[in-house]
């Protein structure tokens, strides 16, 4: 009877360890790679070979490779979390069209991207989000009107202490911030990158971002988390 | 004709200076004015009211090309100091529409502890007083995620 159970267990083990490392093995893997669209440097966006997005415009200091780079790490991030079609939508955040996968903001159909596809940025992040579906498995979805803003928890249930990091120049700490939002999203916020911008010469901003990493070279933000106190300390006392 | 000339002097100097007014009043964005000229003539209070939209459209566009944009509604309101109840500048809230459209200014409050540290509170609330009676209402919900400040 023993000996049956052991010759047993072994191949099923090994069954479940296989079917563990396919899983591992079968996630869906987002790359980019520079190409050249009518004359003009661009990047795309592919999943497992699949090309999902074509960024065709520079915006924000950052080339249309280094963009498609960027969007090829966010969407990583969504798929290693676990973000499968159905979790792909296409959405309002603040005025701006944006695919997100899950709360994870993957790219930005902005203007001047729409523009230079020839779409409204609303029919790009929906194209952008039919593209992205498909290649994850899922079937494109039919057109309609996008959700819009305010499907987040903004309830300030949890508060923390983080510091504050320069977006223009990495590793700078501007001080501190105290964050509030939901227990989990503080949990996760790990710090606020500031980004700093001037409105006609009389005005300047200084902008807050809750991030999830302290790499803030592109900032991952937390949604649902925002700034309620600022921080400074007194470094040289006279 | 001396005496008819001075009878009708007053009531067209006054006419004068009230169309003057009234054209200084209609200044918008948009027109040739710009923030500093509106800061100057009319201070940070109205200033803000009258570029609201433009500051909160330029931050949001300006997250967005971060990929940073947030989820949720945005709104760029005065800051009051809740010590002297005037305005010393400008924050963008957000929040849920329903909670942000409730805002009207964002109370500031300055504390020092530990003679090195010093915090800056910043409280969302529904009104743009902060002095007299009564403490004004914190609106729960909604943060702060930009600050505005202008040079005079």
């Not at chain 1, 969504?78 to 079609?85: D, E, I, N, R, V």
């Amino acid at each position: 009877m023993r000996p049956i159970l052991v010759r047993w267990a072994v191949p099923a083990i090994a069954v479940v360890l296989l079917a563990v490392m396919v899983g591992v093995v079968y996630a869906a893997i987002a790359t980019s790679r520079p190409v050249t669209l009518d004359g003009r440097e661009a990047g795309e966006v592919l999943v497992d070979g699949q090309v999902v997005f074509r960024v065709r415009t520079d915006a924000g200091g950052f080339t249309a490779e280094q963009r498609a780079a960027q969007v090829a790490d966010r969407l990583n991030d969504a798929l290693q979390a676990g973000a499968g079609p159905q979790d792909v939508r296409a959405t309002t955040v603040a005025g701006n069209q944006v695919v997100m996968a899950r709360d994870m903001l993957i790219i930005t159909a902005d203007p001047a991207e729409a523009a230079a596809n020839g779409l409204t940025p609303e029919q790009l992040a929906r194209e952008w989000q039919g593209n992205l579906v498909v290649a994850l498995g899922g079937e494109r979805p039919p057109s309609g009107p996008p959700p819009r803003e305010g499907d987040v928890d903004w309830t300030g249930q949890a508060d923390k202490v983080v510091p504050i990091l320069s977006v223009g120049t990495p590793g700078i700490s501007l001080g501190a911030a105290r964050v509030s939002g939901p227990r989990d999203k503080i949990a996760a916020t790990k710090a606020v990158a500031q980004l700093n911008a001037e409105f006609q010469r009389t005005a300047r901003i200084r902008a807050f971002i809750p991030v999830s990493d302290l790499n803030i070279t592109r900032p991952k933000r937390v949604q649902g988390v925002s700034v309620n106190a600022l921080i400074d300390m007194r470094l040289v006392g006279f | 004709m001396l005496k008819a000339l001075k009878e009708i002097r007053m009531p067209v100097v006054a006419l004068l200076i009230v169309a003057l007014l009234a054209g200084a009043l209609v200044v918008l964005p948009g027109t040739a004015l710009g923030l500093g000229d509106i800061i100057k003539v009319f201070g940070i209070g109205y200033a803000v009211s009258a570029f609201s939209k433009p500051i909160n459209d330029f931050i949001n566009r300006a997250m967005g090309e971060q990929e940073a944009a947030v989820m949720g509604a945005t709104k760029v309101v005065p800051i009051l100091s809740v010590g002297t109840g005037g305005f010393i500048g400008a924050a963008q809230v957000v929040g849920a529409p329903d909670k942000v459209r409730t805002v009207q200014a964002v109370g500031q409050l300055e504390t020092r502890f530990e003679d090195r540290f010093s915090m800056r509170v910043l409280i969302p609330i529904t009104t743009k007083r902060v002095t007299g009676r009564g403490a004004p209402k914190g609106v729960s919900g909604t943060g702060v995620s930009a600050l505005v400040d202008f040079r005079i």
